[in-house]
């Protein structure tokens, strides 16, 4: 059984610091993973999608990274803003279907980032 | 750009009763999904569809049901609403099920007393 790990749950950072978000996952049978924001009281928005096959992705001042073997996923935000303050999430998509035919994407927790002035 | 589009926003409701929680994009996607996150936990997946007319059951679907007629349309329905049923509820579609980005709705958040 897959399960997501996120750590730390919760991370207070001054503005303008660089900062990694940690994602590990049980099983290294996975399809991709895909980085997600969750702002209060909204719904998720991708930011990443990284293929099992890649080493990385990057969008703007995100960067992920994952690294199948070893079962982690890491998330870097360079010059934190307090915009970028949110709960940040990682979904694992498997390799294999369920045997109930889906997909049985396992979410994380969340890391709570707050970036402050 | 509406994206997916959920209502209502909150909703209280009593021991019993039932009720809809309506969801619609307006992207085309085939594949529609609905979730629910309970506080310290996961996403778990209820109920998701591969296109109209084709519902399948997730990982956690006892106590709820779903339709799709159209392929904007995916409501969820609560029948006799219980305690344990009270949950913030997403909904959410992509084009494929696997290689694609999900777009999620902005949330239900129910309360069942």
């Known amino acids: 059984k897959q399960e997501v790990t996120q750590i730390p749950a ?108 | 750009n509406a994206g997916v589009t959920q209502t209502p926003k909150f909703r209280i409701l009593k021991i019993g009763q ?9 992207m085309n996607h085939n594949y529609m999904y609905w979730y629910r996150q309970d506080p310290g936990m996961g996403l778990k997946l209820i109920y998701y569809s591969v296109g109209a007319g084709i519902t399948d059951k997730g990982e956690v679907p006892n106590g709820y049901n779903v339709s799709r007629s159209t392929t904007e349309d995916f409501p969820l329905r609560l029948e006799l609403a219980a305690p344990s049923q009270t949950s913030v509820y997403f909904c959410a579609s992509s084009i494929g099920q696997r290689n694609t980005e999900a777009f999620f709705g902005q949330g239900t958040r129910l309360t069942v007393v």
């Open chain 1, 10 to 117: 919760a991370l207070s950072v001054p503005e303008g610091e660089n900062l990694v978000l940690n994602c590990s996952f049980t099983d290294s049978a996975i399809y991709n993973l895909q980085w997600f924001r969750q702002d209060p009281g909204k719904g998720l928005t991708s930011l990443l999608l990284i293929q099992s096959s890649q080493r990385e992705q990057t969008s703007g001042r995100l960067n992920a990274s994952l690294d199948k073997s070893s079962g982690r996923s890491t998330l870097y935000i360079a010059a934190s803003q307090p915009g970028d303050s949110a709960t940040y999430l990682c979904a694992v998509h498997p390799l294999f279907m369920n045997s109930g035919g889906y997909q049985k994407v396992t979410f994380g927790i969340g890391t709570k980032l707050q970036v402050i002035p």
């Open chain 2, 18 to 26: 039932s009720m809809t929680l309506q969801c619609a994009q307006d």
